[in-house]
RNA sequence: GCUCGGAUGGUGGAAUUGGUAGACACGUUGGACUUAAAAUCCAAUGACCAUUGCGGUCGUGCGGGUUCAAGUCCCGCUCCGAGUACCA
């Protein structure tokens, strides 16, 4: 009797679906454990062996927990509002809703494949109205809402204090003023091909992050979120969470926050303000720096300049801010022909402008102290300006960004510079020329996408005058448009529905807002969602949001580690003090799993010719690499040039250059459906089931680590279920026997137990996959049989193989399903071993190191040594002086 | 440029975080079983030298250092990957 793993698979899908074996009860005695896995957006191009590898391992957390004695909610939902199904719809009429529901099915069957234990009562799709009802209103939530400094919380608009001289007018513009969500007029990243505004944070290098467009600056009514009210918490209930440090660290970097100092320079009438976290180099401040979109700088131009300051605002303008950042090496700056006044060491210093400068960090403008920062320093030398070093340290020409004392400054010399600082801060205050403060990197959140495929906001307008929908109004529902396009002017394709656009109520008309919501938007507290999918009446249930959150452990890849993560962060600490949720932070513990890469293929092209060349007889030429199908690809790396022409037209008239075959070279790069490198793990279900591939993308490597995807070693995962199988079937029979299990068989038994349980604590799967391996070869040595280790031993599998698992289970004689047996307990009594003795010095004393095979604790490690002969011969009468022990490692005996 | 990672056999990766480097798996080679193949099982497999036998030397990207002991810690490099907003 063979392993028949297609249908024992689809057995146990089945009546895994059939009996909601996964139903998470909220009624539970049992303590709670809530895995979350980030949700997919469902793409055309359905999963492929990246994705799995994040829900396998949360699978298994999920399914060793449920052992373990633990209520686990695991569910799985869609974040299917985006921009793909969009620009499918504008490519072809057809509703992104139609698409996303044809994708949202094939994910789900692809997901059902892999046999994961997620609670499908729950699923929620964020496009679903049912959904963003209750993401339009927190929207509104956050809308009446206000950030109170004082209470550092945020509290009902309805509590806020309003100054009694104001006018109706401006009573509402105060109120607007205080708002969470408020509407700016701002400078946005203008994506004329997207036909939409995209946040500072989707725009990569002057491209859009989707689709790679090139974005510019446009001035646009937009509505924004004011994150940066909650800066301070975002930043220090960081040190809590139990997350890499590396993704903590990035968060950290994002919002940036740095102590330092506004000062004020004087120029003719006016003055430049300038931030600097470094006011105790101020004496060092030899020029000023305005970014290019200083609004100051057209009032300081002297007539002299005028041109040539023009000419540089202009270039500034067009550059991206990738090709700034590209200029690195050569920095560029003009003199606007001003000086301004040092407020301290009342000097005279000149003013230009520079691209190095961002606008849209502190004031856009700084004091250069070359002699103490290294961007400064390269500028001054490029365009010979003074170079004054007021700090004492490092060599004499360099330029030194480290502590010392104070030179250069008359009467405050020798002063330590780090108390210097607030030294020049307290002067510039007293003398109104400057003040100590706090800047972040962080901006506020900018909310609305010209989009069709979002959730709608629900606000009305009477003329300039904003109106919120009332809660009954919800949801908003997404209407019909003709065209999925947004207008010529830029709104968004709503504004196409006249019908929808224009509402009466009571007799009085009014127009809706026509702006959709970010992707982000679903995404930021899907979580409570799931804690309570059905309810009308709440987002969630109270009592229900206690008892589950927050969520215990979260797997999704690093690329969200800054904004979904934030954003998610952010609404969920508005949700705390407005008191719908009792934690501050909602995900406890973060795990972020590593990109499984592609082996892509390319064919070379000989630049501007339609020539194709055989990797192996490149030369001289100059190629062009294109990417190939890997399906055409053989392992060889041969090209089927007959199967590529048939598949891809645009290859057709192709000339392919080649000797016996036509070879095509290969590079590690990100999966991806445009790279011809995806793999999908269909084919892989299909040919060596659900099992193995689970098993063997653990066995790949280490979760967080980025690894390309290959099959070679998938054979051995295989032959290990194999392996596993016939330690129950001998031949054609049932193999398994009540005989007692011998000593060295249940060694073996708690040993793999006992590192099971470690590694799947510590997330450590690639090896708890080995300890199995291990475990099943030395029984299969043995021919061990006996009920009494291989019931325990199918539990051990069931997180990893659970298919497998089940059907093993059943035949021992089991009538319920393997899930909530309790997980086997190692029993230490059977892991002791006999220990190895290294003399190892004689240092003036006699000294012995004892290695010990197996952790033990120290008074086990001394009894053990005490008891074994082998070491007692070493010993032979001394009694030891003194006990040198490291738990777990090693022990110097000082005799 | 900056920040954070990483580098271990032919390959993916282990190494209880300072204690016998290369677990486990793939691949390769040889053998058993078979008419044959598949499947399965057994053996060998870091490199070099020695091989009639014990064995020896070198080995975790490179160069130093600390230590009885370094893949692991420290200092200085090289290369690769990821992120990035020149953050003053």
New binding site residues.
């Given amino acids: 009797m063979v392993y028949d793993f297609r249908n024992i698979e689809k057995k146990w899908q089945k009546y895994w679906r059939d009996n909601k074996t996964f139903k998470a009860d909220s009624n539970s005695e049992k303590p709670k454990y809530y895995v979350l896995d980030m949700f997919p957006y469902p793409s055309g191009s359905g999963l492929h062996v990246g994705h799995p590898l994040g829900y396998i391992a949360s699978d298994i957390v999920s399914r060793f927990k449920r052992s373990k004695g633990f209520n686990v909610l695991h569910p799985m939902g869609f974040d299917s509002f985006g921009l793909p199904a969009e620009q499918y719809a504008v490519k072809t009429g057809q509703h992104p809703k139609k698409t996303t529901e044809e994708n949202v099915v094939r994910f789900k069957n692809q997901l059902h494949k892999l046999g994961l234990s997620f609670d499908w009562d729950r699923e929620i799709k964020t496009s679903d109205s049912s959904y963003y009802r209750w993401t339009q209103w927190i929207f509104l939530k956050l809308y009446n809402s206000y950030y109170d400094h004082g209470l550092n919380k945020a509290q009902p608009i309805e509590k806020l204090k309003i100054p009694t001289n104001l006018n109706e007018n401006e009573i509402e513009s105060f109120i607007d003023s205080k708002r969470l969500v408020y509407v700016d007029t701002i400078d946005v990243n203008w994506c004329e091909e997207l036909g939409t505004v995209l946040a500072?944070?989707e725009?990569?290098?002057g491209l859009s992050?989707r689709g790679g467009f090139p974005v510019i600056k446009r001035p646009m009514k937009q509505w924004v979120m004011r994150i940066t009210d909650y800066a301070d918490r975002l930043l220090d209930d960081l040190i809590e969470l139990d997350w890499p440090?590396?993704i903590k660290?990035?968060q950290k970097?994002?919002?940036?926050k740095?102590e330092?100092a506004e000062i004020k320079f004087s120029i003719n009438n006016d003055f430049i303000d300038?931030?600097?976290?470094?006011p105790d180099t101020i004496f060092g401040a030899t020029y000023l720096?305005l970014?290019p979109e200083h609004p100051l700088i057209n009032n300081i131009t002297t007539d002299k300049y005028r041109k040539s300051i023009i000419e540089y605002v202009e270039q500034a303008s067009k550059k991206s801010?990738?090709e700034?950042?590209e200029?690195?090496?050569n920095?560029?700056g003009v003199f606007t022909g001003s000086y301004a006044l040092n407020p301290i060491s009342n000097e005279k210093i000149p003013v230009w402008i520079?691209?190095?400068?961002?606008?849209?960090?502190?004031?856009?403008?700084?004091?250069?102290?070359p002699a103490h920062?290294?961007?400064?320093n390269?500028f001054a030398k490029k365009f010979n300006l003074k170079i004054i070093k007021v700090i004492d340290g490092g060599n004499k020409d360099e330029c030194y960004t480290g502590n010392g004392p104070i030179i250069n400054c008359g009467e405050y010399d020798g002063i330590d510079n780090i108390k210097f600082k607030s030294i020049v801060v307290e002067k510039l205050e007293s003398k109104n020329k400057g003040t100590k403060t706090t800047?972040?990197?962080?901006?506020d959140w900018i909310f609305t996408r010209q989009r069709y495929w979002g959730e709608p906001i629900p606000i009305i307008y009477d003329g300039n005058k904003k109106k919120a929908l009332e809660f009954d109004d919800l949801p908003l529902e997404l209407p019909e448009v003709e065209s999925y396009l947004p207008t010529n002017d830029g709104l968004s394709p709503l504004a196409r529905n006249n019908d929808w656009v224009n509402i009466s109520i009571n007799g009085k008309n009014y127009l809706r807002e026509t702006n959709t919501m970010p992707q982000w938007a679903g995404s930021c507290w899907y979580f409570l969602r799931f804690i309570d999918p059905d309810n009308n009446n709440e987002f969630a249930n109270k009592d229900l949001i206690r008892y589950w959150m927050p969520v215990d452990l979260y797997i999704g890849g690093?690329?969200h580690?800054?904004l979904h993560l934030l954003y998610a962060r952010f609404w969920h600490k508005v949700l705390f003090d407005l008191d719908y949720v009792n934690t501050c932070e909602p995900f406890k513990k973060l795990i972020n799993q590593g990109?499984i890469l592609g082996n892509s293929a390319f064919a070379h092209r000989i630049k501007n010719t339609n020539n194709f060349i055989s990797f192996d007889m490149i030369k001289d030429e100059k190629t062009q690499k294109i990417h190939v199908d890997i399906s055409f690809v053989d392992e060889k790396n041969r090209l089927n040039i007959e199967r590529l022409k048939q598949n891809n037209p645009e290859f057709k008239d192709v000339n392919f250059l080649k000797g016996e075959s036509f070879y095509v070279s290969r590079d590690?790069?990100?999966m991806s459906k445009s790279k011809f490198n995806v793999i999908n793990p269909d084919q892989i279900c299909d040919k060596y089931g659900a099992d193995t591939l689970r098993m063997y993308e653990m066995?790949?490597?280490?979760i967080e680590?980025?690894?390309?995807w290959?099959t070679?070693?998938?054979?051995?995962?295989?032959?290990?279920l194999?392996?596993f199988w016939?330690l129950f079937y001998k031949g054609n029979g049932w193999a398994v026997t009540d005989r007692k299990a011998n000593k060295s068989e249940l060694k073996i038994l708690h040993e793999t137990i006992k590192k099971i349980t470690n590694?799947v604590e510590n997330f450590?799967f690639?090896?708890c996959?080995?300890s199995l391996?291990?475990c099943v070869?030395e029984l299969?040595?043995l021919d061990c049989r006996s009920y009494e280790i291989l019931s325990p031993l199918t539990i051990l599998l069931s997180p990893f193989a659970p298919h497998l698992a089940e059907e093993i289970w059943e035949h021992l004689g089991n009538k319920k399903s393997i899930i909530n047996e309790p997980f086997p307990i190692s029993n230490p009594s059977y892991l002791i071993e006999e220990t190895?003795n290294?003399p190892?010095?004689f240092?003036g004393k006699l000294r012995f190191?004892i290695?010990?095979?197996?952790?033990l604790e120290i008074e086990e490690i001394k009894k053990a040594i005490m008891e074994d002969e082998r070491t007692l011969v070493f010993l032979n009468g001394l009694e030891p002086k003194r006990w040198i022990i490291?738990?777990?490692?090693?022990i110097?005996i000082v005799f």
Avoid: C, H
Avoid at 439 to 443: A, G, I, P, T, V
């Fill in positions: 500072n944070e725009v990569i290098g992050e440090e590396s660290l990035s970097n994002w919002i940036g740095s330092g300038v931030f600097t976290t470094r720096v970014a801010d990738l700034r950042q200029n690195e090496k920095k560029t520079s691209d190095y400068v961002l606008f849209s960090y502190g004031t856009g403008a700084i004091m250069a102290v920062d290294e961007r400064d390269e800047n972040y990197k962080l901006r690093a690329e580690a800054v990109m590690i790069e990100k066995f790949l490597g280490p680590q980025a690894k390309p290959n070679s070693g998938i054979s051995g995962v295989k032959n290990f194999n392996k016939r590694d450590s690639n090896t996959v080995s391996m291990i070869n299969t040595r190895k290294y190892v010095s240092n190191t290695f010990l095979s197996l952790n490291i738990p777990n490692k090693i110097n």
